[in-house]
């Protein structure tokens, strides 16, 4: 009898504190911090199907991840043609659906001149989609660099996820 009193307490000792343990569990952090993260492999595995209109009035479409579909339309020069300025459009309003309104995305391409020393990493913004934050929030920022062209160019494409701004 003394055992099975034992037993009988040892096991609400052991199921209050498996109780105790769950939940007390504080859930895991879900700040803009730990989601900026999560963007960027977003924007980088997720794939869209864009159509846009061509010089001849034909609809073209392109499937591709979104950060492919970015570097592809970074590269559009500034004098390019209808088809290729409808297809950075396409492509600014596909990934622009995506994103919240706390976050941004810059596309930078790399420069045409040698780099110096006292240039900025040897890129220039090309294009941006999403915001821009408020002076006063905190900015989470990461990078996916992109290879095109054979990997001789390497676009490079900056999310940047920020908090509610501080009063």
Not at 36 to 46: F, G
Not at 82 to 102: C, F, I, M, Q, W
Request: proline share 5%; aromatic share 2%.
């Amino acid at each position: 009898m003394t055992s099975t009193v034992l037993d009988v307490g040892l096991f609400l000792l052991c199921v209050s504190a498996s109780v105790g343990t769950v939940v007390g569990v504080a859930p895991p952090d879900t700040g803009p911090e730990t989601h900026v993260d999560d963007l960027a492999d977003r924007i980088a595995t997720e794939t869209a199907t864009v159509s846009y209109g061509t010089n001849d009035g034909d609809r073209r479409r392109h499937h591709a991840t979104l950060v492919e579909h970015l570097a592809l339309a970074a590269l559009v020069p500034e004098d390019a043609g209808r088809s290729e300025r409808t297809y950075r459009h396409a492509v600014s309003n596909a990934v622009g659906k995506r994103l919240d309104p706390r976050t941004g995305v810059t596309v930078r391409v790399p420069t045409r001149i040698e780099r110096s020393s006292n240039d900025d990493d040897g890129h220039r913004t090309a294009m941006t989609v999403g915001g821009s934050p408020p002076s006063t929030a905190r900015v989470w920022t990461t990078v996916v660099d992109v290879p095109v062209d054979r990997g001789e160019t390497t676009v490079r494409v900056v999310v940047r996820r920020w908090d509610r701004a501080a009063v």
